[in-house]
């Protein structure tokens, strides 16, 4: 698709969603023949290798960020760290560092990321899933079982959870906002740590 | 001494100071022969009286406080129960918790009370202790170690600390002004547990 045919909209669209340059957007518009779903994939692709390069360069700056629900029942601390000191004082960063406390508080993620869930409760949760499809043919068992374990980590993983501000960050994973965040600032970002209190829990 | 001779600034000052109701005061005045820190220990100890009384009553109720210092280099999340959602709003028992979260901010205690420190931790600095005094005649070393976990205990333990902020809570310990906040609001008041960011800390 020639760069002439591409509307504006879409161009404007694809920075709002995926924090891009101008430049990046528009190429990835042309590349992906227009389709503006197409084209986050193919700069997710290569953001992922642009954040993969930066993952080397230590993130120990950043910002310790709270949130209190208006109740004061359930409270959310949070440490996202970026590279420089000068991004911490960032509007983006901070913007993303509320967002993302303001999320935990809602949706009680468990873990930030796959990684930080252990073994073992990976391996009980598959055993689980495995059973419960016990009833279906023996040949696609572990592919059912395989999909309810994706379903499960994208409940209780942060980075695989949906923004649960729905009007504002429409169908997006915290770890595209993330990777926006990241692109934005030019620095890589990490979500730390987070720990979630509701009052009178266990 | 009698009651007519207490003067109404001491009586003042020991409300300010525990938290306790006027008559109360008045009464431990006079017990204590006019000295004021006298009559904080005689309010202690009934006050202890009380809240061991109280201490059978749920504290489920409260509210989640948070922290985070002007740098967002340093945040605090605290849980403080109380009994019932009406104490929760009230502002003494909000001041409390504002106070406590600050002052964890600053002081960075390890754990809420002496009851939380493992067992294992505290004898190990108890060997320590024992064997910092080995040049001391042997009759006495038991003495001193016990005196220098007290001190570390001091340091480490939240109760046991005394407010960062001295000119608003002098020398008062936060078990002070906890027992202040369950004497005001009649409730019992219990810090519940809390968690504390520094940036970048392992």
């Not at 161009?11 to 101008?22: I, N, S, W």
């Not at 994208?154 to 949906?162: F, P, Y």
Request: with cysteine.
């Amino acid at each position: 698709m020639a760069e002439a045919t591409i509307p504006a909209k879409d161009v404007k669209e694809l920075r709002d969603r995926t924090g891009a340059g101008m430049m990046d957007c528009k190429n990835a518009l042309v590349e992906a023949d227009g389709v503006v779903d197409k084209a986050i994939e193919i700069l997710r692709v290569k953001g992922q290798a642009q954040a993969a390069k930066r993952g080397g360069r230590t993130a120990s700056e950043g910002v310790i960020q709270s949130y209190v629900h208006a109740t004061g029942k359930i409270g959310v601390l949070v440490e996202i760290n970026c590279e420089t000191d000068f991004v911490a004082r960032n509007e983006d960063f901070q913007e993303f560092a509320r967002d993302v406390a303001l999320h935990i508080a809602a949706a009680a993620p468990q873990y930030v990321s796959e990684d930080d869930v252990p073994e073992d409760e990976r391996q009980r949760e598959l055993r689980i899933f495995e059973e419960q499809a016990a009833d279906k043919p023996e040949n696609v068992r572990p592919k059912i079982a395989e999909g309810r374990l994706r379903k499960w980590l994208g409940e209780i993983v942060l980075l695989n959870q949906e923004h649960v501000n729905t009007d504002k960050h429409s169908g997006q994973t915290i770890e595209d906002l993330r990777a926006a965040a990241a692109s934005k600032t030019g620095e890589n970002v990490v979500i730390r740590r987070f720990t979630r209190y509701q009052l009178g829990e266990e």
